[in-house]
């Protein structure tokens, strides 16, 4: 019988290495926490108007080089696929902070630098990240509060630099 390369079996040990490594470290099973999985969210989560099932939570308000990320993150709580819908007039998504509203910022050809689409699928168990950029407010704000026709305004929002 020949012998076996070294290649050929280790792709077949993989799993149960991992399987033991993750063991090691204490996780049963192979099961991931939710923290290793997805960003943890900067807000609570609130339901989705419109979209029983779906909730929505910012899981990023980076500041950097005078621009302010923001990213939403859409969950199907429910038992079936849902489709979210959204206006595309990028002006009802904004931020303010102070006394001051930020709108989606835009190219040279005036397209909004956000998600393009203005719906998604979102399968049972599964997320949809939306996002947009801003101008930052600012470096001594340190929170803002995210607008958004999809739910109640997120407010508060703790500001990464």
């Not at 807000?43 to 939403?72: F, W, Y």
Request: glycine share 6%; hydrophobic share 45%.
């Amino acid at each position: 019988m020949p012998a076996r390369s070294p290649n050929r079996i280790f792709p077949a040990l993989a799993p149960f290495l991992l399987l033991i490594f993750l063991a090691s470290l204490g996780i049963p099973d192979g099961i991931l926490p939710a923290a290793a999985q997805a960003p943890a969210a900067l807000s609570e989560a609130q339901d989705v108007n419109g979209a029983a099932g779906v909730v929505a939570e910012i899981v990023q308000c980076k500041r950097d080089g005078g621009v302010l990320s923001i990213r939403m993150r859409l969950r199907n709580t429910g038992d079936k696929e849902l489709r979210v819908y959204w206006s595309g007039n990028h002006d009802l998504f904004y931020v303010t902070a102070g006394n001051k509203k930020y709108f989606v910022l835009r190219d040279s050809d005036k397209a909004a630098l956000a998600t393009a689409t203005d719906s998604a699928p979102i399968a049972k168990g599964a997320s949809y990240v939306w996002y947009a950029k801003y101008p930052a407010p600012p470096e001594e704000v340190k929170k803002v509060t995210f607008y958004t026709p999809l739910t109640a305004p997120f407010e508060d929002i703790p500001i990464t630099d």
